[in-house]
Structure formats: structure tokens, C-alpha cells
């Protein structure tokens, strides 16, 4: 079981910057596929940014493409979310999630579906003022 602890969130003004970080334990960190979600009041849990194991696929949201970014520092264990150009519509609880150690990776799946996530973080808020 990997248990993951995200940090970084906040309250900041529309147009501003924030980077998440999650750190994971329990499971080599290089071996699994991981992403960022986000859940706002009354929506369901979206997909933000996935990364593959290789690090070869990258997906993201429409609403955050040119301005998010994920990224992994496998000696550190971490996982990143840049987040640029903030927007009160980024507005949510932001959570980390890496996948199940059966999964492979497949783009439709990780985009449309929570079915590959084996552990989820707590969860941290962003919070965008206008």
C-alpha cells in the first residue's frame, strides 16, 4: 500500500502560481503511474494531469493545458503539480493518486476513469480569488 501526503495548496489571487508536491512511501516510486485529481463543491472528482511510469505519456485537462504541469523527482520520492495563471475556476480539493500495481497504462482509462488508482492522497485546497 502506498500512502501518499500532498502539500502546497492555498489562497492566492487569480493570475498567481502555486506547486503542489505529494510524497509517497510504501512502493518503489519509479514503478507506477500517477496523477492529480480535483473535486470542487457539488462536481465530481476530474482528472487535472496523469504521468506514466516511462514518463512517456502525459495527460491533462483542456481547462488546464499551457498551464499545469506534472512532473516526478523519483530520488525524492515526490510528485509535482505546477500550477500557472491560476483561475477562480481551479478553485477545489487537489488530490494525488498513483495506480494499481496491475494497471497499464491506458490513456482512455486514465482520463475517463478512477478505476486505475490504487491509493489517493488526502487531498489539499486551492483556493483562487478573482
Known amino acids: 500500500q502506498v500512502q501518499l501526503v500532498e502539500s502546497g495548496g492555498g489562497l492566492v489571487q487569480a493570475g498567481a502560481s502555486l506547486r503542489l508536491s505529494c510524497a509517497a512511501s510504501?512502493?518503489?516510486?519509479?514503478?507506477?503511474?500517477m496523477g492529480w485529481f480535483r473535486q470542487a463543491p457539488g462536481n465530481e472528482r476530474e482528472l487535472v494531469a496523469a504521468?506514466?511510469?516511462?514518463?512517456?505519456?502525459?495527460l491533462y485537462a483542456d481547462s488546464v493545458k499551457g498551464r499545469f504541469t506534472i512532473s516526478r523527482d523519483n530520488a525524492k520520492n515526490t510528485m509535482y503539480l505546477q500550477m500557472n495563471n491560476l483561475k477562480p475556476e481551479d478553485t477545489a480539493v487537489y488530490y494525488c493518486?498513483?495506480?494499481?500495481?496491475?494497471?497499464?497504462?491506458?490513456?482512455?482509462?486514465?482520463?475517463?476513469?478512477?478505476?486505475?488508482?490504487?491509493?489517493w492522497g488526502q487531498g489539499t485546497q486551492v483556493t483562487v480569488s478573482s
Open positions: 510504501g512502493r518503489t516510486f519509479g514503478n507506477y503511474a
Open positions: 493518486a498513483v495506480d494499481r500495481q496491475s494497471f497499464r497504462w491506458n490513456s482512455l482509462v486514465v482520463r475517463t476513469t478512477t478505476s486505475w488508482v490504487g491509493s
Open positions: 504521468l506514466s511510469r516511462s514518463g512517456a505519456d502525459t
